[in-house]
């Protein structure tokens, strides 16, 4: 995508701070064009921005309770046990029924049963397990495929409980577990002590292998699973996990590598996430060291490649990464692919990092579906989508804005967040314009926007433990100098030049109290469908004014694209993702790798309003 990057001076009307101080030269604001289409691009993506930080708050709204699902199995009741009789460790063992929770798509069936590895610490032995079964299974029903899916570094389960919750949407069961030592399996410092003592760090290496060969045989155990389809799928470590396990236990019929690569020792000195363990292995004794260091080399990915290889060249193996990951790096992706025999179909998530790549959520989730899918039974259906084209175009409009309106107004949950991810295009004789953003809006005023604008070129800033942007040229302006608390982006921007934008939010939140409050502002009705596609066309009252298409997937109260016709000018929007009260995943808001400068986070603040000031401006 070509777009138009224009360098500005970030401080028009007041110095620059030393710190931040300007090398590359830049254009003078009175040299930019003020055309109509300028306006409207400025307009259109300042009022995002802007909107997302409003200091305004509104009550989260109550989820309506929806109706429970099917019956239960026969064998899943609370206090129940399922007797697992064939193991690969040999004796039976027995899976205790600890509760079961409906869900809207799937029924989750939390259980434990005893791990095949007795460490000293007595709840490490226990492996808790939530078990996501379709709502689509009936007794009688032939068997399907399931997968097991492996949590990421920090133990954070939100991430894998939404990869299990999709898949069983799809009418594949899927279950996860807490590795060793994770959650309540771990002591007073959790996960931390696995670094306590070498002999419990080299151990837990083989402890996590042998509980996903239990996990597979608690599958291969269950009526409704097919013993010879059971998948593995990772996120990140839990990645890394997957297709080591997956090298080692022939059953796991298929492997979905998320975030993952190969080269053990490269990931552990790049990585950010790998200091402790970086510190833990400085500290031991050159022979302990060393022994350590060859456990880990015999759970790379790469250490076995080769008895994957088969299962990957023949369409059984997905690597879902990230082009620019900050984390797991390119190179050990393109390590482990080539080792595979699949360096030609890693699916490359461009322009995304680890974190960043959070964006892509959607994608990778419909992507690993689809993949597991493969193996269901030809006659077994997923569960139907939330039937939309039922309801008048006024009730989806509507439903649309109260969306938008939650995204903008209401703050996420603690370690939630947020998530848009755009392409527009407006298009105003004869000039054209294309631009891309990402906003991840955080709780505490924790934010991240990256993307490509129009007038403003290349963008990147955010906040997380501090303020930060990072310039044109790539090097990063972190505010860390100084001990002011967080405060919001547009704490010092005068409070004239948002009011407009904030009564724009507020009359869209108005409006999208109720179809018929929104009937009363613009006529909305049926277009003709578009490519399967459900399309809405609003007219303002009076037929003055701009006219929006707004399309839809069917089952979504959220547009796929948005185009609005003002005059000569035509913006087109299309939404690669829209998330609320998604996982905010640690380092999610921390700046990009690179050249940093530590500055005073006055001057970043400064920054952030004087790019907002000048959006503004130009608008006039």
Not at 58 to 65: C, I, L, S
Not at 105 to 114: A, E, K, M, S
Not at 154 to 171: C, H
Request: aromatic share 6%; with cysteine; charged share 20%.
């Amino acid at each position: 995508m070509q777009v138009e990057n224009v360098r500005i001076d970030p401080y028009p009307t007041a110095k620059v701070p030393p710190s931040l101080a300007r090398h590359d030269g830049g254009t003078p604001i009175a040299h930019l064009s003020r055309r109509t289409s300028r306006r409207i691009a400025c307009l259109a993506w300042l009022a995002m921005i802007l909107s997302m930080f409003s200091d305004i708050s509104v009550g989260r709204a109550e989820e309506a309770p929806h109706p429970p699902g099917p019956a239960a199995i026969p064998d899943w009741q609370p206090g129940g046990v399922w007797t697992v009789s064939r193991s690969t460790h040999g004796a039976a063992f027995e899976c205790q029924v600890d509760s079961i929770v409906e869900k809207e798509n799937c029924r989750v069936i939390h259980l434990h049963y005893p791990s095949p590895v007795v460490t000293d610490l007595p709840q490490n032995n226990v492996i808790p397990v939530e078990y996501y079964v379709p709502l689509n299974l009936r007794p009688g029903d032939p068997p399907r495929p399931a997968v097991i899916c492996l949590h990421i570094l920090d133990g954070s389960l939100e991430l894998v409980r939404i990869l299990s919750s999709v898949l069983a949407s799809r009418g594949i069961p899927a279950m996860l577990f807490q590795l060793p030592y994770y959650g309540e399996r771990g002591g007073p410092n959790g996960a931390h002590d696995i670094l306590a003592r070498p002999d419990r760090f080299t151990a837990v290496l083989d402890q996590t292998m042998e509980e996903v060969r239990r996990a597979v045989d608690f599958l291969a155990s269950r009526p409704e699973v097919r013993a010879d389809r059971i998948g593995v799928a990772g996120i990140s470590l839990g990645g890394i996990i997957a297709a080591s396990a997956a090298e080692r236990e022939p059953r796991l019929y298929r492997a979905a590598l998320i975030l993952a690569g190969g080269d053990l020792p490269v990931i552990l000195a790049h990585a950010d996430e790998a200091e402790d363990l970086r510190r833990f292995l400085a500290q031991l004794p050159e022979s302990q060291r060393q022994t350590v260091m060859e456990a880990f080399r015999q759970s790379d990915p790469l250490y076995r490649a080769q008895d994957l290889r088969d299962r990957a060249q023949a369409g059984k193996v997905l690597m879902l990464n990230a082009a620019e990951d900050e984390v797991i790096p390119k190179s050990c992706t393109e390590k482990l692919a080539q080792a595979l025999g699949i360096a030609d179909r890693v699916v490359w998530l461009e322009g995304m990092g680890h974190y960043t790549s959070l964006g892509a959520l959607p994608q990778i989730l419909k992507t690993t579906a689809n993949f597991f899918a493969e193996d269901l039974p030809a006659d077994v259906l997923p569960e139907s989508a939330p039937a939309t084209e039922a309801l008048p175009p006024a009730a989806i409009l509507s439903a649309t804005l109260r969306e938008w309106t939650r995204f903008y107004l209401q703050e996420p949950s603690p370690d939630k967040c947020h998530i848009v991810r755009l392409r527009a295009e407006i298009q105003s004789n004869p000039s054209r314009q294309e631009g891309e953003l990402m906003l991840i809006r955080g709780s505490g005023h924790r934010f991240r926007l990256e993307g490509k604008l129009p007038m403003l070129g290349n963008i990147a800033i955010g906040q997380g433990d501090y303020p930060w942007m990072t310039s044109v040229t790539g090097r990063t302006f972190a505010g860390r100098l100084g001990s002011e608390p967080l405060r919001s982006p547009l704490h010092d921007v005068p409070s004239e030049y948002l009011q407009r934008v904030q009564f724009a939010v507020m009359a869209i939140s108005g409006a999208a109290a109720s179809p018929a409050a929104l009937e009363a502002l613009v006529e909305v009705s049926e277009g003709p469908a578009e490519n399967g596609r459900r399309v809405i066309q609003v007219t303002p009252e009076g037929k003055s004014g701009p006219q929006a298409r707004l399309s839809y997937a069917a089952g979504s109260q959220v547009p796929e694209e948005i185009v609005v016709e003002v005059g000569d000018t035509t913006a087109r929007v299309r939404f690669q993702t829209w998330q609320t009260e998604a996982p905010a995943a640690r380092g999610l808001f921390a700046p990009p790798a690179g050249e940093v400068q530590d500055v005073a986070a006055e001057d970043v603040y400064r920054m952030f309003a004087a790019m907002i000031r000048f959006g503004l401006e130009s608008l006039r």
